[in-house]
């Protein structure tokens, strides 16, 4: 079993409708949670972060985090064909020095 | 804010040459950076975890002789990829880390090597 697991895709979504994007991991000691986009060619960038069980929004993203059952999701609402890259989960564990470990990514393709 | 960057973008060097990347956090101190590599089509691979002050742990399967980091201060770490090889092309990203968890990236190297 991977430590981080995502589905790879690609979740394709109309314009306008809301992409769901679930990952879900293996160690219970998992402290703290990235969702990362990363465009073809680019580095990742951090979108959202969440450290406790439930929902956090920002913008046009929501997080939501349930640790009993180990998994975090991201939505995104009115997506736009912009949005359309490779969505990475990450999972810190403070106990493993801070280190993040990396799904291996969704890929998102949103239709005009 | 948390602004990482990386210099260069972009690097061809001939096989056995060596190439320096730096790393630096612009508006932070950063106490820790972390060194990733990326092939085409795969997700990130974690290389070492810098510190500030100390020697960089390197992660399993990557030889510390060869991807030499160097951490001098709290807004610049550097790799070196000694004696490059055609298989060492990738693409290199750093991040550092702002506050107690958040990691930001820097805009990646590609580096090939010829």
């Known amino acids: 079993q991977k430590e981080v697991e995502q589905n790879s895709g690609p979740l394709s979504v109309p314009e306008g409708a809301i992409a769901s994007l679930n990952c879900t991991y293996s160690?219970?000691?998992?402290?703290?949670f990235f969702w990362y986009r990363q465009y073809s060619g680019k580095s990742p960038e951090l979108i959202m972060f969440?450290?406790?069980?439930g929902d956090k929004e920002d913008g046009r993203f929501t997080a939501q985090l349930n640790k009993a059952s180990q998994y975090v999701s991201l939505l995104i609402r009115d997506s736009q064909p912009s949005d359309s890259a490779t969505y990475l989960c990450a999972v810190n564990r403070e106990a493993a020095g801070n280190k993040l470990t990396f799904g291996g990514g969704t890929r998102v393709l949103v239709k005009p | 804010g948390a602004v990482v960057s990386q210099h260069p973008s972009r690097v061809i060097c001939k096989s056995g040459t060596s190439v320096k990347i730096e790393c630096r956090s612009l508006d932070f101190q950063a106490t820790t950076m972390f060194w990733y590599r990326q092939f085409p089509k795969q997700s990130l691979m974690l290389m070492a975890t810098?510190?500030?002050?100390?020697?960089?742990?390197?992660e399993q399967g990557v030889e510390k002789d060869k991807f030499l980091i160097n951490h001098a201060s709290l807004t610049l770490s550097t790799l070196t990829v000694t004696s490059a090889h055609p298989e060492d092309s990738s693409f290199y990203i750093c991040s550092a880390r702002a506050g107690a968890r958040e990691q930001y990236f820097g805009p990646g190297t590609r580096l090939t090597v010829t």
């Open positions: 969440i450290y406790s069980n």
């Open positions: 160690d219970r000691g998992s402290q703290s």
């Open positions: 810098s510190n500030e002050g100390s020697k960089a742990t390197y």
